[in-house]
Structure formats: C-alpha cells, structure tokens
C-alpha cells in the first residue's frame, strides 16, 4: 500500500463519520507523492474526529524502549511520518521531544503519546505511540507509561549492541509481561554489526535470532515491517466499551489557559464531553470539558472508547489532582480502581538557593511553575546561614537533577547555586526518648545537622543501587578497581559476546552521585555504559565529618560520610576551602574533624602585604568604590570565630562540580 | 616636533582656611596647597603593563592640545576662584607618541590661595615639548598666583629625557623631574614593553640629577612574573647607586587589558608568587631605611626632605584641579557659587576633550559631589598611606563635630587593630604601623564600616532622624542651594 492510499483513505473516513468500520478499500487513484502526506487533520482545523471506528480490536498501545542515542526518537519521527501523523520533511528530528533540554541533549524527559492511523491488510487501525524517557532516572516515568500498553518496540544499536539502559528497560518490560518486538537500527552504519547484536539478543534476553528487524530509521528501511510487527505481535487492549468508564491516569500536564490536561488510557467504556467522572483517589467530582487524541498535539475528539489513548480536560486546576495511576470513573458508577504507581521516591536530595537573595521569589515561583509539570520533584524549604533562603530539593537521579536545574535556567531565567547532591541516610534508633521524640524507630537523615549521636543509634542504613555497567572487555580491569573503589560488591559477570561484558555491581547510592558516571566514561573512552535501579537500604558505618575554621565548627560544611571515605573527603574539602576563602590578617587552620579526632588540616597563611601600590588623583574614585564595596561585603560575610569567610566562598564549596 | 602636554596635570589649591569665618568649608579651603594636574595623554607605544588613558597616535598636533590644555586651566582656576595655586601635571596627556598628559594644579589653603604644586603627568608628558610647558604654566601663573618656589614636577621617560629637552623643561619652569625608570635590567624592561634600555635609563638620570639635583625622582617597578628575590635586590642596589633623594617602588598590578595580564592569566607567564611580592616589598623598605631613606607612602621614599609635595596634597585630601583628558579634580567650586566639594573627572578622549574645551572652556565630563561622610572616608583611606596617618587637625577641619576620638576610640574594628598592633591612634592621630601598612587594604573595609556607624550614630543623636545634616561642616557641611547631587556633563563658566 502506498502512503498516499493511507492518506486519501483518513481523508475519505474524516469526511465522513460514520463511515463503517469495516476494512476500506482504497481507490487506487487518488493523488500521489508527498503533498499527499500532510497531516491528515491539520486542514481541518477544530473539527473533531470521531474514534468510534476503530473497535478495541484494531487498537494497539506500545512505547519504543532503549539505550541513550540508539535512535528511539528518530524511529518515532519515521512512524510518525509513515503514518502520516506529521509530514515528512527534513526538519522532523525528535519531533516528541518538546523540551529545549531535550532536543540539546538528545534524550527524552517527558513522556509524550501521539496516535498514529495505519492501514494493513485493508483493516484501519489506531497505533497509539506512548514515547517514555530512555534515562534510568525515569524509569518511574517508564513504567507508568508502559502499564498503558501491551507491548513494546526495543530499539539496540547495530554498531554498539546491548547497553546498560536496554537491559534495564527490557526487564521494566519483561516483568509488566508485554510483548516484545527486538529491532537493530542503524544498519546503514558502516560498523553496524547485526548478526553480533541478534546473538547478544538471544543470549541476554532468550528472544530468537529470527526475531529481530532489522531498520535504519534514519534512512526508513524496513520500518514498515516495524509498523506490521506492532499489530501481529502485539495484543490489543483487553477491555469492553459496554462496561462502565475506568481510565488510568498515566501523565499529566499543565496549561496556563485550560489547567491540567490528563493524560489518559481507556480500560472500559468510553468519555466525552459533559460527562461527570470521579477520581478514585481525590472523590472529587468534575464535568468534562474536553476529550481528544495526542498526534501529537491535542486533537479534539467527539469521543474517547475503551482500549483508546487520549487526553481529557476536566476543570482540573492543580497537577496533583491529576495524581499519575489514579482512576477515573462516571459519577454514580464507581468501578474497582486500577492498581496504583508507587510515586516517585527522590534518590538525590541538593540545595537550591538563589544567587542573589533579592531574587528569592523570582525564584520560588518558577520552581512552582516547573514542579507543576514535574510532580517528581520534592520541594522543601530550607535556609542556610551562609547562602540564605532556599530549598531542598529531592531528585530521582543525577540527570533529572541536571535536566531540572536546566529548564530552570532555559524556561524561566533562573539563574541558581545548587549544592553538591547528597543521599537520604536513615538511622534505626535504640535510644527510647528518642524514638518517643521522633514517634518512630527508624528516621531518614537529610541533614547533617539531624545526625544522631551514634550512643543512641543501633544501626545507620544508606541507599544502595544495582548498576549495571556494559563494557568491552579491555576496561573490566580498570572497572572492576573503580567499583570497588566505590564500595561497590559485584553480583553478576556474563559476557553478552566475544567481546563485550555485562557487570552487575551492589552500589552505595552516595557512591555514583557526584562523578561516577563521568569517572567511567572517562577510564572506557566512552564506551562503557552505566545504568542503575533502586536496591533498598542496607547497614552503613556512618560518621558525621566536621569542617572547623580555627577551631569553630562551620555548621553549613557538616557531611554524613562513610567512616572509609572520611580521610579523603576531608582532605579534599579542606583542600577546597584553603582555595576559596581569602587569605586574612592571620594564619587560618582548616580542619575535618571526627568528634573530637582531626583527620585533615590545611594552613591558610596571614597575608603579609595587601595595599595597592599607586593611589594618587586619578585612582582615588576607583578605590573608593572598591573598598566600600568590601566594607559592604564585609557586613555580609559570616562570621566563624574571628574568620569571615564570603558567601563566595561557599558558594565555590558547596556547589556540585561540573568541570570534571 | 611633538608635543607633550599635561596628562594629569595637576594643580593644588589652598582655600582660605577659616570654617568658623563665615567662609565656606574647612577641608578645602585652609590649607596653603593647591596642586593642577594637567595631562599629556599620548604615547609612543603601549607598555605591556599600563591600563592608563593613553593614546598612541602618529601626529600630534601639538599647538591645538597646548591651546586647550591652556584653556582649561584657566577655566578651572577661575571656577575654584583660586588667585595662587601649585601646579601638578599628572595625568593622561603626556605621551609616547602621545599618551594623556595632564597638570595638576594644588590648590593652597590660606588666603589668599595661591598654587602650591604642579604636576605634569600622562601619558608620556616629557613627550610635549617645553614651549607647551611653559604655556601652561604661564597660563596658572597668570590666572592664579604661582609662588617662585612651588614644586613643578614633570614625568619624564628615558627615552624623551635627552639632556637638551631636560634643559628646555627647567627653562621653562619645571623643577623636579620623576622619570619612569621601572627597571634596571634589559630583559625586565623588554617584559614590561618599555623602549628604553637599563644604559639609557641610567644616562637620563645622571643628565636629570645634574640639572634638578635633590629634585629628581625615579620609579621602579617589583613582582615582575618570573622576577626572583634576587634579582629584585640587585635591581635595587643598582638603582641606590643611580638614584637622587626620592625613590617610587610599586608593586606590579596586573590590569585587566593589559598585554602583560593577558599573558599571565592565559598562563604564558608564571603568576608571582603573593609571599615572593611580600618579600621583595619588606625587603626594599629594610635597604632604603638603612640607606636612609623616610618611608613616607606606601609607595614612596625620600630622604634629605625631598618629599612630593603634589602628591601628599592627595594623601592629604587637599583640593586640586585636574586638567587634560581624563584628569581627575577634587575642589569647590566657589566660582559658580558652590560650596561643596566636588570629584570630576574630564573626557576621556583626547580629541572629544578638545573639542569640548574649544567650546566650553573645558572638558568637564563628570561631576560628583561628595558629602561630608564621602570626605571623611577619602580623609581616612587616603590619610592611612602615609607615615604621618590622619591628624586630629585634619580630621577636625573635615569633621568638626565627630572626632576621630570619638569614632575610632570606642570599642570596636579599630580597638581590634590596635590591639593585633596594626594601628595606632594616640596624640598625633590614627595611623598604621609599619607592619600595617603593608596590610592597609585588610584594614580599610572594617575602619569604613566603623566610621559609616559612627557618623549614623552621631546624625541619629543630633537630629533624630538618622540623617547626618549638620554634624560636619567639613568644606561643604552647609550645602549651597542649587547644587544636589551629582551634576553630570560639566557645566561651567
């Protein structure tokens, strides 16, 4: 069938609503070439499409899954434009990926769906595309988004075969049972190596050779057979449009003009404008204003039926009505709720504060903004005596932490100090008054400040990951050293191939969150990939490191430590501060200290001469300015013992390292 | 021929002196100083290190630039209506080609006020030549009164220093010569892109001695990147040998700009070392005291009394006028009816400046007027770089009412710095100690801030409302109507 055929065709069937949805037969001469494949619906404006011709049968919901870079986004343009959900030009690059920070750095933050109609075998059918994030951060984000589907596409690269992330997302796939449809892209590359790839497919994941498609999204070979693989492979949604309303709630969004926008999964029944729902969850009751599908801008629709894929707007004003996994019923037809997500857990906990505190509720209200449609982030307020008013913030990894931080920067102008990231540790108390105080026995510890004294402690417990690390096999040396460097216990070793290793290693969290991820790329030249997932708490030797400036502790610098780490992180830390506080009329002692033991020093000495060499006529205005600009500085600066040190200076400490 | 004019020349003047007297403001209008800094503000090259207002440029045309630098003079004299006056040029106007050559003109305290000190700096001034000298200093002694003995001191590069135009400048009435000698070894001044060598440094001094004997000042220059402790001392015992009565020794400051900066922060040369800098500087000031040296700035040395006097006058608060592009002026300007000291600052540019001056009379970019707490700050921060510090004397005639007692006496940052043996305040007034003085820039933000709550305490107790009115007199405690603020674009005549 030809592109053009499938385009006439959803012409012919908009035209006319009530077309039957029986198989169309396509007039074979109908316009060809590509002014046949504009958007079919884009020349319609508001005109709303009815989705009561495609019956559950001939629906199919699928997410594309794979590694960082092996061409999801790019085959999802192709099936885009095969379908002729969007034209095809040169221009279509990562068109579901909206975000700025996505589009620079190739990865996908957000979720997006987009329904795409195709025509096989004369029957038409709806292939609802449920984009998901390729970073393990957002594995919460993948789950949700596949517990909308009944199958999905792996993408591995022809040339680098199975990475980190797709053994991840394949288990994330594996255990929700759906089916799995292995496709090698990029065989147009000169390395590509397919037949090593399918091998390597067989042995981890137990899929035979036979198969695996093999594409080039970006050149769109064989991506047809893709399309035709998703509907023979793939079940289609088990779900009734007799039965009453039951839609899961698996993504949501914020509009300024219209509020939340829910995006929603029909498992029963069907939605339409004027409707009463419910949410399972909240009780709260709304009419519904608007019904639609994702193509992959909202597109109106008369209607919404059981196994369909769209969006509803309902009156809804704050994200958090739309809680992700909640579930929408009729008014006076309550339904058994669909089995809910586990909301995100944050796994990276960093300082935020504005770089100017006149900025503070600039600041407060972007963050507002941007936690509007990133309900993942934890927002706490915090203040600090050196840098001020903030927040802490919880992240669900060091990339969402960097992806945050970015859109805060590109969409709203934010500019912000951000502190090193650290992990919550827990403490399971013995001491009685204490677990009275707390009213419990076991306490998460986010700041050092909270640390309690080991004598009323029984055990202290941090976050651990599994990470799986991808490799050739002439870095497992190097690997091996840096993981246990890490404190990291190996659980699994298997070569994939020949060549190539799979390292399975138990993590303390803490341990990857500051350089980890750069420090491997660096020692493998780039070719060893990382990826991790939550593996529970587990007994630590916990210390809590102080930073003393003459003796005085620095409250601001107190660091929760493993006792192994303890040398090296107070070195390094002194090391740091002798750099960023300036020298001062006397001799300075930086010192880390355990309790009462100092286990690093650093001497910052007196200055011995600091006066400008020339002050005659015309220097006089320039240095007047300058010295009362450091008598203000001065009023500003706090104050440990008799050492001032500049809200600079822990701004240079405290502030998470990029140039690695 | 080229032609060299003021870059800063300067001009100090001394206002009549009696605040009691019905006659407006202390500060500025007692002290027999009055010091016109006029400006010769070319160049013939660009040194490596210099941030300067300076210009490099083929042709000077030198008659236009003497005209307007006569011009302004005479303006300003007359602004500051003083009658005798002391002549600075210091400034911007002198140049290598040309760089910014000034006057300073001191203006002197008493009444009738006279010039105390000319200083004619730049730019490269000893690049103009002595006839455009002599025009401007006819120009003050004609506008205002220039005793026979002011200081009138011109800068000189050994390069422009021959022994004949030397003679041509003490002719023309220039009698103390500060010649930027800056090294005196071949490599150091190649690193510093002078265009002169350590032999022709040498033969300038020696012709510039046997013309202004006792009255011949020479700069060096320490801290070089890669400069040793060693080769600093050698240098040193070199320019003991050469020098006169007055010796300038500055620490290199690397300005962002400059072609030396560049080539240490982009790390083709090494940074020196802030310990290594701290030895040379305490090693110099140990060898000039035994040869006998005061060490009475900072910077500065002298013995046998052969102070500059221009240059305490900025030390000293003093009034002086700034003429030529991009000289700086502190005065009241009576002439139009002010009473307030004010800070200005001429055009920058040299060719916009003279087209200003061609039209205006002068080329008054910027005027600020400083309030009695801006003066007392400028008192304190300028006063403490010299061995002398603040005296009583001196802070009363700024602050009549606040004594230095009464601000830095009470517990507090200058207590604290007494104690750490920094500073002194006792009978004579409040100054660093020798150890402290190398440390002033450490010590100035907390006396600041210890003086701002001072003065606000004071203001609060004499009016109840926290503004500091009346508490000083100062050269402008009573503010003349119709002067606010800072007036921008000069104004004038």
């Given at each position: 069938m030809t592109l053009a055929g499938r385009t006439a065709a959803w012409w012919a069937r908009l035209r006319s609503p009530r077309l039957p949805a029986t198989p169309l037969c396509l007039p074979p001469w109908l316009p060809t070439g590509p002014a046949a494949c504009e958007r079919p619906y884009s020349s319609h404006g508001k005109e709303k499409l009815d989705m009561s011709t495609y019956p559950v049968e001939s629906i199919r919901n699928f997410s594309i899954i794979a590694h960082v870079d092996h061409g999801k986004s790019t085959l999802a343009d192709r099936l885009l434009e095969i379908?002729?959900?969007?034209?095809?030009?040169?221009?279509?690059?990562?068109?579901?990926d909206k975000l700025q920070v996505e589009r620079e750095r190739g990865i996908t933050v957000k979720a997006q769906s987009a329904s795409l109609f195709y025509n096989y075998e004369g029957v038409n059918y709806l292939l609802n595309l449920i984009d998901t994030p390729?970073?393990?951060?957002?594995?919460?984000?993948?789950?949700?988004?596949?517990?909308?589907?009944?199958?999905?596409?792996?993408?591995?690269?022809?040339?680098?075969?199975?990475?980190?992330?797709?053994?991840?997302?394949?288990?994330?796939?594996?255990?929700?049972?759906?089916?799995?449809?292995?496709?090698?892209?990029?065989?147009?590359?000169?390395?590509?190596?397919?037949?090593r790839v399918e091998k390597q497919i067989e042995k981890l994941f137990d899929i035979p050779v036979d198969e695996c498609v093999r594409i080039s999204a970006k050149k769109g070979t064989n991506v047809e057979t893709v399309l035709q693989k998703v509907i023979e492979k793939i079940p289609p949604p088990q779900c009734n449009t007799a039965d009453p309303l039951k839609a899961l709630v698996f993504d949501s969004t914020f509009d300024h003009y219209r509020g939340v926008v829910a995006n929603i999964a029909?498992?029963?029944?069907?939605?339409?404008?004027?409707h009463k729902i419910v949410s399972a969850h909240t009780k709260k009751r709304y009419e519904v204003n608007e019904v639609g599908i994702l193509t992959p801008n909202e597109q109106p629709t008369h209607k919404l039926y059981a196994g369909q894929v769209g969006?509803?707007?309902?009156?809804?004003?704050?994200?958090?009505?739309?809680?992700?996994?909640?579930?929408?019923?009729?008014?006076?037809?309550?339904?058994?709720?669909?089995?809910?997500?586990?909301?995100?857990?944050?796994?990276?906990?960093?300082?935020?504060?504005?770089?100017?505190?006149?900025?503070?509720?600039?600041l407060k209200s972007a963050l507002e903004r941007l936690t509007l449609n990133d309900s993942s982030v934890t927002v706490h307020r915090d203040s600090s005596l050196a840098l001020g008013a903030g927040w802490r913030l919880g992240f669900l990894g060091l990339l969402h932490m960097e992806v945050f931080n970015q859109r805060l920067e590109q969409e709203y102008n934010m500019s912000v100090i951000l502190t090193a990231p650290t992990v919550p540790y827990k403490?399971?108390?013995?001491?009685?008054?204490?677990?009275k105080e707390y009213g419990k026995a076991e306490i998460t510890i986010i700041n050092p400040a909270q640390f309690p004294d080991k004598l009323s402690v029984s055990e202290y417990l941090e976050p651990t990951v599994l990470g799986t690390i991808v490799t050739p096999?002439?870095?497992?040396?190097?690997?091996?050293?840096?993981?246990?460097?890490?404190?990291?216990?190996?659980?699994?070793?298997?070569?994939?191939?020949?060549?190539?290793?799979?390292?399975?290693?138990?993590?303390?969290?803490?341990?990857?969150?500051?350089?980890?991820?750069?420090?491997?790329?660096?020692?493998?030249?780039?070719?060893?990939?990382?990826?991790?997932?939550?593996?529970?708490?587990?007994?630590?030797?916990?210390?809590?490191?102080?930073?003393?400036?003459?003796?005085?502790?620095?409250?601001?610098?107190?660091?929760?430590?493993h006792k192994d780490k303890?040398?090296?992180a107070g070195k390094f830390l002194c090391e740091r501060l002798k750099d960023a506080i300036p020298r001062q009329l006397f001799e300075i002692a930086i010192q880390a200290a355990i309790g009462k033991k100092i286990i690093a020093r650093e001497t910052l000495k007196a200055y011995r001469k600091n006066v400008v060499a020339k002050c005659y006529g015309g220097d006089i205005t320039r240095r007047m300015k300058l010295l009362k600009r450091q008598a203000e500085g001065k009023k500003l600066m706090r104050k440990i013992g008799n050492v001032e040190v500049p809200r600079d200076a822990f701004i240079r400490v405290l502030k998470r390292q990029t140039d690695k | 021929g080229a032609l060299g004019l003021v870059r800063g020349a300067g001009v100090v003047v001394s206002p009549p002196p009696n605040p009691q007297s019905g006659l407006p403001g202390g500060g500025d209008v007692a002290v027999p100083h009055g010091a016109p800094c006029p400006q010769w503000p070319y160049c013939r090259k660009r040194c490596s290190y210099c941030n300067f207002n300076k210009y490099v440029v083929p042709v000077v045309d030198e008659a236009a630039v003497g005209s307007c630098l006569v011009r302004e003079a005479r303006t300003l004299l007359r602004l500051s209506r003083v009658q005798r006056w002391v002549?600075?040029?210091?400034?911007?106007?002198?140049?290598?080609?040309?760089?910014?050559?000034?006057?300073?003109?001191?203006?002197?305290?008493?009444?009738?006020?006279?010039?105390?000190?000319?200083?004619?700096?730049?730019?490269?001034?000893?690049?103009?030549?002595?006839?455009?000298?002599?025009?401007?200093?006819?120009?003050?002694?004609?506008?205002?009164?220039?005793?026979?003995?002011?200081?009138?001191?011109?800068?000189?590069?050994?390069?422009?220093?021959?022994?004949?135009?030397?003679?041509?400048?003490?002719?023309?009435?220039?009698?103390?010569?500060?010649?930027?000698?800056?090294?005196?070894?071949?490599?150091?001044?190649?690193?510093?892109?002078?265009?002169?060598?350590?032999?022709?440094?040498?033969?300038?001094?020696?012709?510039?001695?046997?013309?202004?004997p006792g009255r011949t000042s020479i700069d060096l220059i320490f801290g070089l990147p890669g400069q040793s402790r060693d080769a600093w001392s050698r240098g040193l015992e070199a320019a003991l040998g050469l020098c006169d009565d007055h010796l300038s020794l500055y620490q290199l400051t690397l300005e962002r700009g400059t072609a030396l900066a560049a080539q240490v922060f982009g790390g083709n040369l090494p940074t020196p070392p802030q310990d290594l800098v701290a030895d040379m500087y305490h090693i110099a000031c140990a060898a000039l005291l035994s040869a006998g040296f005061r060490h009475y700035e900072v910077s500065n040395f002298a013995r046998k009394g052969a102070l500059s006097t221009h240059n305490l006058s900025y030390w000293r608060a003093e009034q002086y006028i700034g003429v030529g592009p991009g000289a700086h002026g502190r005065f009241v300007p009576w002439g139009e009816g002010g009473c307030r000291r004010e800070a200005r600052v001429q055009t920058l540019e040299p060719d916009a400046w003279m087209r200003e001056v061609q039209s205006r009379g002068h080329g008054t970019r910027r005027r600020t007027v400083l309030s009695p707490l801006e003066q007392l700050e400028e008192v304190l921060a300028l006063g403490l770089r010299t061995d002398e510090g603040v005296p009583h004397e001196r802070w009363g005639r700024f602050s009549p009412h606040l004594s230095l007692e009464a601000v830095f006496g009470a517990p507090g940052e200058a207590a604290e710095l007494q104690q750490q043996g920094w500073l002194v305040l006792d009978g004579g007034g409040l100054r660093c100690r020798r150890e402290g003085l190398a440390l002033l820039d450490s010590l100035l933000p907390g006396l600041l801030c210890q003086l701002q709550r001072g003065w606000a305490r004071a203001a609060a107790a004499a009016h109840g409302d926290g503004t500091p009115g009346r508490i000083s007199t100062g050269d402008g405690g009573e503010a003349a109507p119709g002067i606010a603020g800072a007036v921008s674009g000069g104004s004038g005549e």
């Open positions: 379908t002729g959900t969007i034209a095809k030009t040169d221009h279509n690059k990562q068109v579901l390729g970073h393990v951060d957002f594995s919460y984000e993948v789950s949700r988004s596949l517990s909308a589907c009944q199958g999905v596409i792996l993408v591995v690269d022809a040339n680098e075969g199975i990475q980190a992330q797709t053994v991840a997302n394949f288990y994330l796939a594996f255990e929700a049972q759906l089916a799995i449809i292995p496709v090698i892209n990029k065989i147009d590359l000169k390395n590509a190596d397919p037949e029909l498992f029963g029944g069907e939605i339409q404008k004027g969006y509803v707007i309902a009156g809804m004003k704050e994200v958090t009505e739309a809680q992700i996994g909640d579930t929408l019923f009729l008014y006076k037809q309550p339904v058994e709720p669909l089995p809910g997500f586990k909301s995100a857990k944050p796994m990276v906990f960093a300082g935020m504060y504005p770089v100017d505190q006149t900025e503070y509720n600039n403490a399971v108390l013995s001491s009685a008054k204490l677990i096999q002439e870095y497992i040396g190097k690997i091996i050293v840096l993981c246990q460097d890490r404190r990291a216990v190996q659980k699994d070793m298997v070569y994939i191939d020949e060549h190539r290793v799979m390292l399975k290693y138990l993590f303390p969290l803490n341990e990857i969150v500051v350089d980890f991820y750069d420090t491997l790329k660096s020692l493998s030249s780039g070719y060893a990939s990382f990826d991790y997932e939550d593996a529970g708490y587990q007994a630590a030797d916990l210390i809590k490191m102080d930073i003393l400036l003459n003796g005085n502790p620095v409250e601001e610098l107190a660091t929760i430590i303890a040398y090296a | 002549l600075k040029g210091g400034g911007r106007f002198w140049g290598g080609g040309w760089g910014a050559f000034g006057a300073h003109l001191q203006l002197p305290r008493s009444l009738p006020s006279s010039v105390t000190s000319v200083f004619f700096g730049g730019g490269t001034p000893s690049l103009a030549s002595p006839g455009t000298v002599a025009a401007v200093l006819e120009a003050i002694a004609g506008a205002a009164h220039l005793p026979a003995d002011a200081e009138v001191t011109l800068e000189a590069n050994p390069s422009s220093a021959s022994p004949q135009r030397l003679q041509g400048f003490r002719a023309a009435g220039v009698n103390r010569l500060s010649i930027g000698v800056q090294s005196l070894d071949d490599a150091e001044l190649r690193l510093l892109g002078r265009e002169h060598t350590a032999a022709e440094a040498r033969g300038a001094v020696e012709a510039a001695r046997g013309l202004f």
